[in-house]
C-alpha cells in the first residue's frame, strides 16, 4: 500500500492544523493505521493510532485531549486533526500502516509509511 502524508505547515501556538493520509495499492480498510513524528534530533515517536475497523483510537498521553485521529476507509484516507498546538509538536508527521489489525505504539510493528509532511509551531 502507497502513502501519502500532507496537511502540514506553519502555525501560531494555539492554533490547530488537520493532516490526511491518502492510502492507495490495497484495501486500506484491512490495515491498522498510526501517525509518528520526529523532531530534529530526537527518534521517531507514536503520536496516534486507529485500529483497521475505526472503532478504537489510542494516543502518547503528550497528545491526548488535542489531537483526534480518524479515518474513511470508503476514501481511503486516515486524518489527524491537531488542536491547542504547542511548540514542541513542531516534527516532520508521518503516516504509516500495518496488517496487525489493532495497531501499536511501536514503529517496527507498521509496514508502510509515507513520506512525511512538516509542521511547524511557532510560540
Known amino acids: 500500500v502507497q502513502l501519502q502524508a500532507s496537511g502540514g505547515g506553519l502555525v501560531q501556538a494555539g492554533g490547530s492544523l488537520r493532516l490526511s493520509c491518502a492510502a492507495s495499492?490495497?484495501?486500506?480498510?484491512?490495515?491498522?493505521m498510526g501517525w509518528f513524528r520526529q523532531a530534529p534530533g530526537k527518534e521517531r515517536e507514536f503520536v496516534a493510532g486507529?485500529?483497521?475497523?475505526?472503532?478504537?483510537?489510542y494516543y502518547a498521553d503528550s497528545v491526548k485531549g488535542r489531537f483526534t485521529i480518524s479515518r474513511d476507509n470508503a476514501e481511503s484516507t486516515v486524518y489527524l486533526l491537531m488542536n491547542s498546538l504547542k511548540p514542541e509538536d513542531t516534527a516532520v508527521y508521518y503516516c504509516?500502516?500495518?496488517?496487525?489489525?489493532?495497531?501499536?505504539?511501536?514503529?517496527?510493528?507498521?509496514?508502510?509509511w509515507g513520506q512525511g509532511t512538516q509542521v511547524t509551531v511557532s510560540s
Open positions: 504509516a500502516a500495518t496488517t496487525y489489525g489493532a495497531g501499536s505504539f511501536y514503529p517496527q510493528i507498521y509496514d508502510y
Open positions: 495499492g490495497r484495501t486500506v480498510s484491512n490495515y491498522a
Open positions: 486507529i485500529n483497521s475497523g475505526g472503532g478504537w483510537t
